[in-house]
């Protein structure tokens, strides 16, 4: 999805909602995201806003945040004690996260065989999924690896 398509779901999901608007800086907001790959969180794509000349509060960010992932253009996870974790839901594959407690990274993954008995799941209780996500946390190899070396030395 380009930034024009991405921009329309908004603002017509800004018109449903009512009195909200549609301002240069929420569309900003958009546009960083749309421009993102990967997982980010408010306050580094904040940064990145201003440190691009953007003029933007932070306020304004979070909360454009909470309309982008109303309308379902992104997507929201709670990583364990970490701050809350941001991605596009549109262009990316169905995917899943590992989470390392340790460091903070998130890798991803995909797995078919997942995805079908995820399918098979919400069938066999008459579910409607609207979008999922799991999320394995633990440590990294990385992590595990200086963890090792920590205890040698
Ligand atoms: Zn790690
Ligand atoms: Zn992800």
Redesign the pocket.
Known sequence: MNSEAAQEILQKYLKSQGKLRSTPARMAVLDAIVQTQGHFDAEGLYYRLISNGTRISKATVYNTLDLLQGCGLISKYRFAELSSRYEKAFGRPHHHHLI?L????ILEFMNERLNRLQEEVCTSKDFTPHSSSLQIFG??A??SKTRSTERKA
């Open positions: 390392c340790q460091c903070g990274d440590t990294c990385k992590c």
